[in-house]
């Protein structure tokens, strides 16, 4: 499913105001949350597995602020790791949203693993922090074209993967359609 510029300005009509704070999931092509399933390349090894954690991943339209809290490995309630993580990124965008993006790859646009709050850690990890979005970039993030991947030396083009999927609000979903059918989180 495709989600355009044309949509977003439906969803804003619908009641989504600038100034608000919105609800992104993880999803893929294997499932909700960092997994290695949706990564897009061969992996080495018994994998590991993430998601989010507390409160999740919030988008503040007015600042640009995407807030994330995901985590990784059996100290935060999922499977460990390879190995530590070498680094964790969101990519993005890429060239199709919706579904379609879940197979695709883009490059590096906002690292976290130089940022406060990243924990490398292959059993107890994870990114509880802040990364400020371009404004050039939102309406990509909100059509579904932004991927956090964590990496680690055994997968050194990705272990886990989750594609940052907007959620509408409740009231705004019925205006949206079936985007609001894969609202699934996976929290811990």
Known sequence: MKISCVAIAALVSAGIAQGAIHQFDLLGKGGAGLLSTNENSVINGN????????????????????????????????????????VGHIHGPTAAGGVASFTQNASVRYGLDNLAGWNNSGTSGGFVGTVTINVGDVAALFNGQFYINVHTSLNGPGEI????????????????????????????
């Open 47 to 86: 994998a590991g597995s993430g998601g989010e954690v507390g409160p999740g991943i919030t988008f503040d339209d007015a600042t640009r602020i995407l807030t994330i809290n995901v985590g990784w490995g059996s100290g935060k309630g999922f499977t460990n790791l390879t190995g530590n993580a070498t």
């Open 161 to 188: 993967r989750g594609n940052l999927v907007f959620i509408p609000a409740p009231g705004a979903a019925a205006a949206f359609g079936v985007l609001g059918l894969v609202a699934t989180r996976r929290r811990r």
